[in-house]
């Protein structure tokens, strides 16, 4: 027998003996996953567009309530030494989507009618009231509606951003558990023979962490801007107040 002869000989022996290769592409790993294995993947995937839909809603949201509040503070340097406190109370409610807007914009709509109130004794008239204590309560009030507002969706991203982890891990146990019965079934040993149900079970938690990465570092950026506009609402707030304290008394002198 000639050389090349049994040159070829040796590679069809070696071809077949070789075991066959696996394929690792995530669409086969789709088609031979299992059905637990398909459900915890599809619970990942609407875990993921709900989280994505509420990180694009709050940035959009703040966004515009950045912008509002802006307009708002900008208007109020003129309205208010001008004691155009009608004007500013209309104002607020054409930027109602600015987190300034909802609070100062009912600061001076209380300070104004606790003004015109003193003014006038009603029928069930108790006296005297301090206008700037109202005025401080109606900015309590709004103060922790808006920001409750603020933080709506931010609790769920959170429960996302922690389960999604525990989610795939439990897609990957299952997998794992499927393996080792496959293999105690067959009979056959070694880890070639798992190595493909062992890569197909990951699958799910690298989908998980994929999942919660994101939805963790938005729930901290998200948190952070609404302690920043919760910071600017306090201040804004404060100085309303300074200026409802000395208004009038600058020129009676």
């Keep these: ?19 066959e290769a696996v394929s690792f592409d995530l669409v086969h790993m789709w088609k031979t996953m299992g059905p637990f294995a398909k459900f915890i993947a599809g619970v990942l995937a609407v875990m993921s567009i709900y989280s994505l839909g509420v990180m694009a809603e709050r940035l959009v949201t703040f966004a515009r309530a950045q912008k509002a509040s802006r307009q708002y503070a900008a208007a109020l340097r ?19 989507r600015g ?45 922790l509606r808006t920001v409750n507002d603020l933080r709506r969706g931010l609790g769920a991203l959170a429960t996302v951003g922690s389960t999604a982890p525990f989610v795939g891990l439990l897609g990957t146990v299952a997998g794992i558990i499927t393996a080792f019965q496959a293999m105690a079934a067959t009979g056959s040993g070694g880890l070639g023979s798992v190595s493909a149900g062992i890569a197909e079970a990951l699958v799910t938690t690298a989908f998980g962490l994929l999942v919660a990465i994101p939805a963790v570092m938005m729930f901290n950026y998200l948190t952070n801007r609404v302690e920043d506009m919760q910071v600017d609402i306090t201040d804004s707030a404060t100085e309303l107040l300074d200026f409802f304290m000395k208004e009038g008394r600058e020129g009676s002198k």
């Excluded at 600061?107 to 606790?114: M, P, V």
Aim: aromatic fraction near 4%; glycine fraction near 4%; charged fraction near 25%.
């Design 99 to 143: 987190h300034l807007p909802k609070v100062l914009g009912l600061a001076i709509e209380e300070y104004s009618r606790g003004v015109e109130a003193l003014k006038h004794a009603g029928p069930r008239d108790v006296g005297n009231f301090d206008v700037i204590a109202a005025v401080n309560r109606a900015v309590e009030r709004s103060s």
């Design 1 to 19: 027998m000639s050389l090349p002869l049994v040159d070829v000989i040796h590679q069809l022996a070696l071809t077949q003996n070789a075991p």
């Design 78 to 96: 003129d309205l208010l030494p001008s004691a155009k406190f009608a004007d500013a109370v209309e104002l607020s409610r054409k930027l109602k």
